[in-house]
């Protein structure tokens, strides 16, 4: 889902389910993308996302982007 009601600040939210790489349990991905639109081709963002597969495999992650269009 992205959402665009801030021009300037993009954001985006997913949610993947998968039984990736050895198809056992199931584990889930949460994140959300913050953006800021530099320029009309140019756009720095920061990911930040939630894990898990079992209470023992889970947790917090964090990334940044750029992203170019043309």
């Known amino acids: 889902l992205q959402w665009n009601a801030f021009p300037r600040f993009p954001l985006g939210f997913a949610v993947a389910l998968t039984d990736q790489p050895d198809a056992g349990e199931l584990g889930v ?3 959300t ?3 800021w639109r530099a320029a ?5 963002a920061l990911r930040v996302s939630y894990q898990g597969r079992s209470v023992e495999h889970a947790g917090i ?3 940044l982007a750029m992203v170019f269009d043309w």
């Open 33 to 35: 993308d913050l953006g």
């Open 29 to 31: 991905r949460l994140t």
């Open 40 to 44: 009309r081709w140019f756009e720095p």
């Open 61 to 63: 992650g964090a990334g």
